[in-house]
């Protein structure tokens, strides 16, 4: 895996040290932090460590290229679905870039934290992180150019909404000539006209959830998205299953809502079959026509999101960091990425190589498992 980046450390120092923090993020470890990495690495202080998210001259945007590209020549698939979505990290005291009280769905309140905003690719093959924005909130610190320039935030770096930096991270995909077959996201990026716009005009085919008053245009003028699926015959919703949960298939009944001739949008209508009046919008941009279960396919793909997000925190210390400054930031992350990265694909070679035997679980006390086929 190492010998994937190792071309971007130029100093022997940097690249011993990036090869040995690595090791670290993919060590057995509870808290994969600098002290901890340092420890395992036989090493008396986080120091070195330390400069290597901090002063050694290397380029994570590079590794970041370079995790995108080893992600997708393993993972890669026809139908796979790049997902914008943001996670939180829990922090102390004001210093640490973009850090603030805010909202974040890891906690489920508002806490104080910085707020990352990634790319997701995810495919039957697997699912990995492939590219990060750190969403920096536009009162508490891009107004503040002391407070940033105290961070290493460059005077550059301008405010940008959490939609736009999603569109940035898509803007580099295509200009690496990577083809997007599908994107989704959830209501924070679908209600945002600029990037519905932007999508359709790369071409690129969306499922992106909306809020109960996104207006969809009809023959007859706009209308509500709740008001249109309250119209709707029971005959037109299907059950379907938006793919493998824990508990088996996800199933809802949904709905799609074809405005007329000439809309290249359509309004897909998720219910829950235990709560009727549970209903999720989306709003579908397409080259031409899709069947229904493709689209509630890439709109199930949002949520193998969250448990990526889960498997880098746990396993590669994704949050595990303990720096304060923009570059250290983008630093660890990065590497954090790459160390999950390799264990999605590690894990898609062995099943391609081992495929799990098909056998009848015995009972207690029964003869040994039956082979079938």
Not at 16 to 24: D, E, I, P, S
Not at 64 to 73: E, S
Not at 277 to 292: F, M, S
Not at 316 to 326: A, F, I, S
Request: hydrophobic fraction near 40%; charge should be positive; proline fraction near 5%.
């Amino acid at each position: 895996m190492f010998a994937l980046v190792a071309g971007r450390f130029a100093q022997a120092d940097s690249r011993a040290r990036a090869q040995k923090y690595l090791l670290g993020l993919l060590s057995g470890v509870e808290r994969k932090n600098s002290w901890s990495l340092a420890e395992l690495a036989g090493d008396s202080s986080p120091d070195g460590m330390q400069r290597l998210l901090n002063f050694y001259r290397w380029d994570a945007e590079a590794v970041r290229d370079d995790v995108r590209g080893y992600v997708l020549a393993h993972l890669d698939d026809p139908s796979g679905v790049f997902v914008g979505d943001e996670t939180g990290f829990i922090k102390k005291g004001t210093k640490s870039a973009g850090v603030q009280r805010q909202y974040t769905g890891t906690s489920g309140k508002i806490d104080n934290c910085q707020v990352g905003v990634f790319l997701t690719y995810v495919s039957r093959h697997g699912r990995a992180l492939i590219d990060r924005e750190l969403y920096l909130p536009q009162k508490s610190w891009c107004a503040d150019r002391d407070r940033c320039r105290e961070a290493g935030i460059g005077d550059e770096v301008e405010f940008a909404t959490k939609p736009e930096l999603a569109r940035r991270m898509l803007a580099r995909l295509l200009e690496a000539g990577v083809t997007v077959g599908w994107f989704t996201a959830d209501e924070l990026y679908g209600d945002n006209p600029a990037l519905r716009d932007w999508l359709a005009e790369q071409a690129v085919n969306y499922v992106l959830a909306v809020s109960c008053d996104y207006q969809v245009t009809t023959p007859t003028g706009p209308a509500r998205a709740d008001v249109l699926a309250g119209r709707a015959p029971a005959r037109g919703w299907q059950r379907l299953s938006a793919g493998r949960g824990s508990k088996g298939h996800r199933l809802y009944d949904w709905l799609l809502i074809d405005p007329g001739p000439g809309e290249r949008h359509q309004l897909l209508v998720r219910r829950s079959i235990s709560d009727p009046t549970d209903l999720a919008y989306y709003v579908c941009h397409t080259a031409g026509p899709v069947p229904l279960a493709e689209l509630v396919r890439v709109a199930g793909s949002r949520w193998a999101v969250e448990e990526t997000f889960q498997f880098a925190k746990n396993e590669t210390g994704l949050d595990h960091y303990q720096v304060r400054k923009y570059i250290a930031w983008y630093r660890h992350i990065t590497l954090a990425m790459l160390a999950a990265a390799f264990l999605a694909v590690t894990a898609h070679t062995e099943r391609i190589r081992t495929p799990p035997p098909r056998y009848r679980t015995p009972e207690k006390g029964a003869p040994e498992p039956i082979l079938i086929g």
